[in-house]
């Protein structure tokens, strides 16, 4: 896990780099009839690393050249100039690498005589004390004298691949206009899921007992009530100030690719890696082992809280994020990686990340405020330790979400609706049976069933209930939980469409095109993803009213295109897309593929995504995204009025 946190961490902070750190220069030399060399020479930045082929795989990511041996062979591998072995101490281990410059040869045998250039891939990684970088560099060599650029950015297919992404649409000027409205509820149900998990997180043994000590330490050491009562307040601040903070590296990574923070949202390894933190943080709850960070990070900054006034309070501040982790990091890491599969990606982290601290800081200046309610807390008990078994609970139930991403985008077909839905009660009914006390853990507490654990429990159990009637019912009994299950059409049982609600759809946006013009229907674009939440929840819930329904099923073409699908493109059809910025990204993938093309065309990264539009490319409306059935209903016969207006005709390309 600290590895991956590395890993994801040097990739936020790239954006902070003025200049590449290594710089590549190539030449050949021919040296006898039918043998070349080839040469790399890296010219590195002062305090920069880069690592040698040779070098630990468990550090750092060592050199590579991938060679593509067509009318050539390779004699020998590639040979590098001398490099040092040291102790790294970002990685915690020796490590080799090279200073200020490296050189790479590689000799070939030239077999084709019509050979007349090679292209190498280089993918390479160089780290300084701070930060590291990684890129992938393909360079071309002349075989007939004549001047090729070193760097090869696009072949011929990846150029016209790339033109047949782009289409030439009218009207875009209605999507630009966006509902003020939507924004504003979507941050404020971030900030208020941030809000709900910071008390979640004030309720556990960390953090409870610290609000009474703490705020008798301030009005006890302060000169006068006001100044104590100004120092309880300042150190609630600099909790949400430091709750807010942590959201900022995010904010690198979404300005370097707007569908950046998707991609890792939906990425298979990272939602495995999400469940098993999960199942990982679930068992710290039940009470197998504790989770700290490191002992030297709380001493370090319990050492600041001896400085006076701001900074001493600050440091008091940071201390409490700190010893308090065990129980507030699984709390914080499910609101993590909540607002990451969100469709407002790191606006939205850090909105939920201001909720979350201000939940966290709020009973300390409450309390610094009115000192005698501290009399109406309840005292620490028994009580805190079923809490936190209950949120094991909720971990293990959430956790299951993430693993049922991975499958979905994959495609194993493993986690089907039933499965998912079979597994949730399972977690349930363990729950209902803890908390009327049938099983229990080594650290609990034996105490009297309270009413409130009774209700609690009876509430379980009654959920149980209603997942086991729904797994055989026929109707569609969990609109309630639209968008954490697995679609309706991700199902065991056999479905005559795997689209949502059994409508026609396309997935492919040549196919639809195609019979959008055949049929003169305007064409419902719909970006979409397999572990998008809002996604399912507006199918299931908006998609399935009865006139929407019949308005969608009648009136349009739908195109769905699953910007997270992780199957593979065909050979033919994988190429190289390069930004205006410079920047490659490899489209090898159908969900690469949809993403870059929503990218490029509606400027937005978002899931969903719904446009109308003609086969023409007329734009019929503004944009809409997850809404209400009126709003979706209106919207919907908005665009089928202005469909049946006469528009002029509009080239458009398909592929």
Same mark, same amino acid.
């Given at each position: 896990?600290?590895?991956?946190?590395?890993?994801?961490?040097?990739?936020?902070?790239?954006?902070?780099?003025?200049?590449?750190?290594?710089?590549?220069?190539?030449?050949?030399?021919?040296?006898?009839?039918?043998?070349?060399?080839?040469?790399?020479?890296?010219?590195?930045?002062?305090?920069?690393?880069?690592?040698?082929?040779?070098?630990?795989?468990?550090?750092?990511?060592?050199?590579?050249?991938?060679?593509?041996?067509?009318?050539?062979?390779?004699?020998?591998?590639?040979?590098?100039?001398?490099?040092?072995?040291?102790?790294?101490?970002?990685?915690?281990?020796?490590?080799?690498?090279?200073?200020?410059?490296?050189?790479?040869?590689?000799?070939?045998?030239?077999?084709?005589?019509?050979?007349?250039?090679?292209?190498?891939?280089?993918?390479?990684?160089?780290?300084?004390?701070?930060?590291?970088?990684?890129?992938?560099?393909?360079?071309?060599?002349?075989?007939?004298?004549?001047?090729?650029?070193? $760097?090869?950015?696009?072949?011929?297919?990846?150029?016209?691949?790339?033109?047949?992404?782009? /289409?030439?649409?009218?009207?875009?000027?209605?999507?630009?206009?966006?509902?003020?409205?939507?924004?504003?509820?979507?941050?404020?149900?971030?900030?208020?899921?941030?809000?709900?998990?910071?008390?979640?997180?004030?309720?556990?043994?960390?953090?409870?007992?610290?609000?009474?000590?703490?705020?008798?330490?301030?009005?006890?050491?302060?000169?006068?009530?006001?100044?104590?009562?100004?120092?309880?307040?300042?150190?609630?601040?600099?909790?949400?100030?430091?709750?807010?903070?942590?959201?900022?590296?995010?904010?690198?990574?979404?300005? /370097?690719?707007?569908?950046?923070?998707?991609?890792?949202?939906?990425?298979?390894?990272?939602?495995?890696?999400?469940?098993?933190?999960?199942?990982?943080?679930?068992?710290?709850?039940?009470?197998?082992?504790?989770?700290?960070?490191?002992?030297?990070?709380?001493?370090?900054?319990?050492?600041?809280?001896?400085?006076?006034?701001?900074?001493?309070?600050?440091?008091?501040?940071?201390?409490?994020?700190?010893?308090?982790?065990?129980?507030?990091?699984?709390?914080?890491?499910?609101?993590?990686?909540?607002?990451?599969?969100?469709?407002?990606?790191?606006?939205?982290?850090?909105?939920?990340?201001?909720?979350?601290?201000?939940?966290?800081?709020?009973?300390?200046?409450?309390?610094?405020?009115?000192?005698?309610?501290?009399?109406?807390?309840?005292?620490?008990?028994?009580?805190?330790? $079923?809490?936190?078994?209950?949120?094991?609970?909720?971990?293990?139930?959430?956790?299951?979400?993430?693993?049922?991403?991975?499958?979905?985008?994959?495609?194993?077909?493993?986690?089907?609706?039933?499965?998912?839905?079979?597994?949730?009660?399972?977690?349930?009914?363990?729950?209902?049976?803890?908390?009327?006390?049938?099983?229990?853990?080594?650290?609990?507490?034996?105490?009297?069933?309270?009413?409130?654990?009774?209700?609690?429990?009876?509430?379980?159990? /009654?959920?149980?209930?209603?997942?086991?009637?729904?797994?055989?019912?026929?109707?569609?009994?969990?609109?309630? /939980?639209?968008?954490?299950?697995?679609?309706?059409?991700?199902?065991?049982?056999?479905?005559?469409?795997?689209?949502?609600?059994?409508?026609?759809?396309?997935?492919?946006?040549?196919?639809?095109?195609?019979?959008?013009?055949?049929?003169?229907?305007?064409?419902?674009?719909?970006?979409?993803?397999?572990?998008?939440?809002?996604?399912?929840?507006?199918?299931?819930?908006?998609?399935?009213?009865?006139?929407?329904?019949?308005?969608?099923?009648?009136?349009?073409?739908?195109?769905?295109?699953?910007?997270?699908?992780?199957?593979?493109?065909?050979?033919?059809?994988?190429?190289?897309?390069?930004?205006?910025?410079?920047?490659?990204?490899?489209?090898?993938?159908?969900?690469?593929?949809?993403?870059?093309?929503?990218?490029?065309?509606?400027?937005?990264?978002?899931?969903?995504?719904?446009?109308?539009?003609?086969?023409?490319?007329?734009?019929?409306?503004?944009?809409?995204?997850?809404?209400?059935?009126?709003?979706?209903?209106?919207?919907?016969?908005?665009?089928?009025?202005?469909?049946?207006?006469?528009?002029?005709?509009?080239?458009?390309?398909?592929?």
């Amino acid at each position: 896990m600290k590895w991956v946190m590395f890993l994801l961490g040097t990739i936020f902070v790239q954006a902070q780099l003025d200049s590449e750190p290594v710089v590549w220069e190539t030449h050949i030399e021919k040296t006898e009839d039918n043998r070349i060399i080839l040469f790399f020479e890296a010219s590195i930045a002062p305090k920069w690393h880069l690592y040698s082929q040779f070098s630990s795989k468990d550090g750092a990511l060592p050199t590579e050249f991938v060679f593509n041996p067509r009318g050539y062979e390779r004699i020998g591998n590639v040979e590098e100039s001398t490099s040092v072995t040291e102790y790294d101490n970002v990685f915690e281990m020796d490590l080799t690498y090279f200073n200020d410059r490296a050189t790479f040869q590689q000799e070939l045998f030239i077999s084709d005589s019509s050979l007349s250039t090679i292209s190498v891939e280089v993918n390479y990684q160089a780290c300084d004390d701070k930060l590291c970088i990684f890129r992938s560099e393909i360079f071309r060599f002349s075989l007939d004298g004549n001047d090729v650029a070193n $760097t090869l950015v696009t072949d011929e297919t990846s150029q016209r691949l790339s033109s047949e992404l782009k /289409l030439e649409l009218l009207n875009t000027d209605l999507l630009e206009s966006t509902l003020s409205e939507e924004i504003t509820n979507s941050f404020s149900n971030i900030f208020l899921l941030g809000f709900i998990a910071g008390l979640l997180a004030l309720l556990t043994p960390c953090v409870f007992p610290m609000i009474p000590l703490t705020v008798s330490f301030f009005i006890k050491q302060a000169n006068s009530r006001s100044n104590g009562v100004y120092n309880a307040l300042l150190y609630a601040f600099f909790i949400v100030l430091i709750y807010g903070l942590l959201s900022l590296p995010f904010h690198f990574i979404d300005s /370097l690719n707007p569908e950046i923070l998707n991609t890792l949202a939906t990425n298979v390894t990272l939602n495995l890696i999400f469940f098993g933190v999960f199942v990982f943080f679930a068992f710290s709850f039940f009470g197998f082992y504790e989770l700290t960070l490191p002992t030297k990070w709380g001493n370090k900054t319990d050492q600041g809280t001896s400085f006076k006034g701001g900074i001493g309070i600050f440091f008091m501040a940071l201390t409490l994020a700190i010893v308090s982790f065990s129980c507030t990091g699984p709390i914080l890491g499910t609101l993590l990686a909540g607002s990451l599969t969100a469709d407002g990606g790191a606006i939205q982290l850090s909105v939920g990340m201001l909720g979350f601290g201000v939940a966290l800081g709020f009973p300390f200046g409450l309390f610094a405020l009115f000192p005698n309610a501290l009399n109406a807390l309840p005292k620490s008990g028994g009580w805190m330790t $079923t809490f936190k078994v209950f949120l094991g609970f909720l971990e293990l139930a959430l956790a299951l979400k993430f693993l049922s991403n991975a499958d979905l985008v994959a495609h194993w077909d493993l986690l089907k609706r039933e499965v998912f839905i079979a597994i949730w009660a399972f977690i349930s009914l363990l729950l209902t049976l803890y908390l009327f006390g049938v099983i229990s853990f080594k650290h609990d507490v034996k105490q009297k069933l309270s009413i409130l654990r009774i209700i609690v429990a009876t509430i379980s159990f /009654l959920f149980t209930s209603f997942l086991v009637y729904g797994l055989f019912s026929e109707e569609n009994e969990f609109k309630i /939980l639209s968008g954490f299950p697995p679609p309706e059409f991700y199902s065991i049982s056999s479905k005559e469409s795997d689209c949502p609600l059994g409508l026609e759809c396309y997935k492919n946006y040549s196919t639809g095109i195609a019979m959008a013009k055949a049929t003169n229907k305007p064409i419902l674009l719909d970006f979409t993803g397999w572990a998008c939440v809002n996604c399912r929840k507006m199918e299931e819930n908006v998609w399935s009213d009865s006139e929407i329904f019949s308005l969608l099923n009648e009136n349009y073409i739908i195109i769905s295109l699953y910007v997270d699908d992780g199957k593979k493109l065909s050979k033919d059809a994988q190429f190289n897309y390069q930004y205006p910025d410079g920047r490659i990204k490899v489209i090898n993938t159908i969900g690469k593929k949809w993403a870059t093309f929503q990218a490029i065309n509606f400027k937005t990264a978002s899931q969903p995504y719904y446009v109308q539009m003609m086969s023409d490319g007329k734009i019929l409306n503004s944009a809409i995204q997850y809404t209400d059935i009126p709003t979706f209903k209106a919207w919907l016969k908005k665009g089928l009025k202005n469909s049946k207006k006469e528009h002029p005709k509009a080239k458009y390309l398909t592929f």
